[in-house]
Protein backbone atom coordinates (compact mmCIF):
# COMPACT_ATOMS: atom_id res chain seq x y z
CA UNK A 1 0.00 0.00 0.00
CA UNK A 2 1.07 3.58 -0.65
CA UNK A 3 2.46 5.97 2.18
CA UNK A 4 0.18 9.21 2.70
CA UNK A 5 3.19 11.33 0.65
CA UNK A 6 2.46 9.37 -2.19
CA UNK A 7 -1.01 9.26 -2.37
CA UNK A 8 -0.33 13.31 -1.83
CA UNK A 9 1.26 13.57 -4.57
CA UNK A 10 -0.37 11.42 -7.05
CA UNK A 11 -3.64 13.15 -5.62
CA UNK A 12 -2.13 16.01 -6.78
CA UNK A 13 -1.78 15.20 -10.16
CA UNK A 14 -4.71 16.31 -13.02
CA UNK A 15 -6.47 12.77 -14.19
CA UNK A 16 -6.48 12.59 -17.38
CA UNK A 17 -10.20 11.88 -19.39
CA UNK A 18 -9.52 11.73 -23.27
CA UNK A 19 -8.91 7.74 -24.28
CA UNK A 20 -6.48 8.13 -27.08
CA UNK A 21 -3.43 7.01 -28.37
CA UNK A 22 -0.85 8.34 -31.28
CA UNK A 23 -3.12 6.15 -33.93
CA UNK A 24 -6.69 8.43 -32.95
CA UNK A 25 -5.51 11.59 -34.85
CA UNK A 26 -7.45 14.41 -33.63
CA UNK A 27 -8.49 12.51 -30.26
CA UNK A 28 -4.65 12.16 -29.38
CA UNK A 29 -4.26 16.09 -29.80
CA UNK A 30 -6.67 16.62 -27.16
CA UNK A 31 -4.93 13.69 -25.19
CA UNK A 32 -1.50 15.58 -25.74
CA UNK A 33 -3.06 18.79 -24.18
CA UNK A 34 -3.81 16.59 -20.77
CA UNK A 35 -0.15 15.13 -20.94
CA UNK A 36 1.45 18.29 -20.94
CA UNK A 37 -0.56 20.40 -18.65
CA UNK A 38 -0.64 17.37 -16.06
CA UNK A 39 2.85 17.13 -16.50
CA UNK A 40 3.59 20.66 -15.95
CA UNK A 41 1.30 20.79 -12.45
CA UNK A 42 3.52 17.50 -11.27
CA UNK A 43 6.46 19.72 -12.19
CA UNK A 44 5.42 22.71 -10.15
CA UNK A 45 4.00 20.39 -7.53
CA UNK A 46 7.52 19.12 -6.96
CA UNK A 47 9.46 22.46 -7.44
CA UNK A 48 7.09 23.60 -4.49
CA UNK A 49 8.22 20.80 -2.68
CA UNK A 50 11.65 20.71 -3.25
CA UNK A 51 11.53 17.74 -4.87
CA UNK A 52 12.43 19.06 -8.68
CA UNK A 53 14.11 15.42 -10.21
CA UNK A 54 13.22 15.42 -14.00
CA UNK A 55 12.63 17.51 -17.18
CA UNK A 56 10.92 15.96 -20.28
CA UNK A 57 10.09 17.31 -23.85
CA UNK A 58 8.97 14.65 -26.55
CA UNK A 59 9.16 15.09 -30.51
CA UNK A 60 6.24 16.92 -32.36
CA UNK A 61 3.65 14.33 -32.45
CA UNK A 62 4.29 13.27 -28.82
CA UNK A 63 5.07 9.64 -29.73
CA UNK A 64 8.98 9.74 -28.19
CA UNK A 65 9.91 11.23 -25.07
CA UNK A 66 13.68 12.59 -23.90
CA UNK A 67 14.85 14.31 -21.09
CA UNK A 68 16.90 14.24 -17.84
CA UNK A 69 16.05 12.79 -14.30
CA UNK A 70 18.56 12.85 -11.30
CA UNK A 71 18.93 11.45 -8.29
CA UNK A 72 20.42 13.02 -4.91
CA UNK A 73 22.64 10.94 -2.80
CA UNK A 74 24.87 12.26 0.50
CA UNK A 75 24.25 15.68 -1.18
CA UNK A 76 25.81 14.58 -4.81
CA UNK A 77 23.49 15.11 -7.76
CA UNK A 78 23.65 11.68 -9.80
CA UNK A 79 22.09 12.25 -13.55
CA UNK A 80 21.14 10.43 -16.11
CA UNK A 81 19.44 10.36 -19.85
CA UNK A 82 15.99 9.61 -19.67
CA UNK A 83 14.05 8.24 -22.59
CA UNK A 84 10.50 6.41 -23.66
CA UNK A 85 8.19 5.84 -26.74
CA UNK A 86 4.47 6.12 -26.49
CA UNK A 87 3.23 2.34 -27.07
CA UNK A 88 0.62 2.13 -29.76
CA UNK A 89 -1.52 0.91 -27.67
CA UNK A 90 -1.24 3.90 -25.30
CA UNK A 91 -3.02 4.36 -22.54
CA UNK A 92 -4.03 1.24 -22.42
CA UNK A 93 -0.40 0.01 -22.34
CA UNK A 94 2.07 2.16 -20.39
CA UNK A 95 5.09 3.72 -22.01
CA UNK A 96 8.68 1.56 -20.88
CA UNK A 97 11.27 4.13 -19.82
CA UNK A 98 14.96 3.48 -20.73
CA UNK A 99 18.17 4.74 -18.96
CA UNK A 100 20.16 3.57 -21.56
CA UNK A 101 24.04 4.55 -19.60
CA UNK A 102 22.72 2.04 -16.59
CA UNK A 103 22.03 -1.13 -18.80
CA UNK A 104 23.39 -3.52 -17.81
CA UNK A 105 23.89 -2.85 -14.26
CA UNK A 106 20.89 -3.83 -12.36
CA UNK A 107 19.00 -6.62 -12.18
CA UNK A 108 15.72 -4.46 -11.99
CA UNK A 109 16.11 -3.29 -16.07
CA UNK A 110 15.36 -5.13 -19.44
CA UNK A 111 18.01 -4.93 -22.35
CA UNK A 112 18.57 -1.23 -23.42
CA UNK A 113 17.94 0.10 -20.53
CA UNK A 114 14.73 -0.04 -19.88
CA UNK A 115 13.60 -0.14 -15.87
CA UNK A 116 11.39 -2.92 -14.81
CA UNK A 117 8.36 -1.49 -13.63
CA UNK A 118 6.27 -5.11 -13.90
CA UNK A 119 5.42 -6.25 -10.91
CA UNK A 120 4.47 -2.79 -8.93
CA UNK A 121 3.59 -0.19 -11.45
CA UNK A 122 1.84 -2.15 -14.32
CA UNK A 123 -0.96 -3.37 -12.49
CA UNK A 124 -1.26 -0.23 -11.44
CA UNK A 125 -1.41 1.27 -14.55
CA UNK A 126 -4.00 -1.01 -16.26
CA UNK A 127 -6.40 -0.25 -13.13
CA UNK A 128 -6.35 3.28 -13.93
CA UNK A 129 -6.39 3.08 -17.64
CA UNK A 130 -7.08 5.98 -19.12
CA UNK A 131 -6.80 8.61 -16.06
CA UNK A 132 -3.01 7.37 -15.67
CA UNK A 133 -0.95 9.54 -17.89
CA UNK A 134 3.01 10.59 -18.10
CA UNK A 135 2.94 12.31 -15.14
CA UNK A 136 1.68 9.09 -13.37
CA UNK A 137 4.55 7.03 -14.90
CA UNK A 138 6.59 9.43 -13.65
CA UNK A 139 5.53 9.86 -9.73
CA UNK A 140 4.59 5.89 -9.51
CA UNK A 141 7.26 4.38 -11.73
CA UNK A 142 10.37 6.48 -12.34
CA UNK A 143 10.57 8.50 -8.68
CA UNK A 144 10.76 5.09 -6.72
CA UNK A 145 12.50 3.14 -8.97
CA UNK A 146 15.56 5.84 -8.95
CA UNK A 147 14.90 5.90 -5.17
CA UNK A 148 15.49 2.35 -4.71
CA UNK A 149 17.82 2.10 -7.20
CA UNK A 150 20.21 4.79 -7.98
CA UNK A 151 21.81 4.07 -3.69
CA UNK A 152 22.41 0.53 -4.05
CA UNK A 153 24.02 1.02 -7.46
CA UNK A 154 26.26 3.48 -5.47
CA UNK A 155 26.61 1.03 -2.75
CA UNK A 156 28.04 -1.97 -4.75
CA UNK A 157 30.04 0.64 -7.21
CA UNK A 158 28.40 0.05 -9.88
CA UNK A 159 27.97 3.83 -10.69
CA UNK A 160 30.09 7.00 -9.59
CA UNK A 161 29.21 10.19 -9.30
CA UNK A 162 31.07 12.44 -11.99
CA UNK A 163 33.45 14.48 -9.91
CA UNK A 164 34.98 11.09 -9.34
CA UNK A 165 35.44 9.56 -12.54
CA UNK A 166 36.36 13.29 -13.96
CA UNK A 167 39.65 12.65 -11.34
Known sequence: MADEATRKTVSDIPV???NAGPRD???WVQRLK???LALIKYVENNK???NDWFRLESNKEGTKWFGKCWHI???LKYEFDVEFDIPVTYPATAPEIAIPELDGKTAKMYRGGKI???DHFKPLWARNVPKFGLAHLMALGLGPWLAVEIPDLITKGQIEHKSKSSS
Open 116 to 118: CLT
Open 73 to 75: HEL
Open 48 to 50: KAD
Open 34 to 36: EEY
Open 16 to 18: LKT
Open 25 to 27: REL
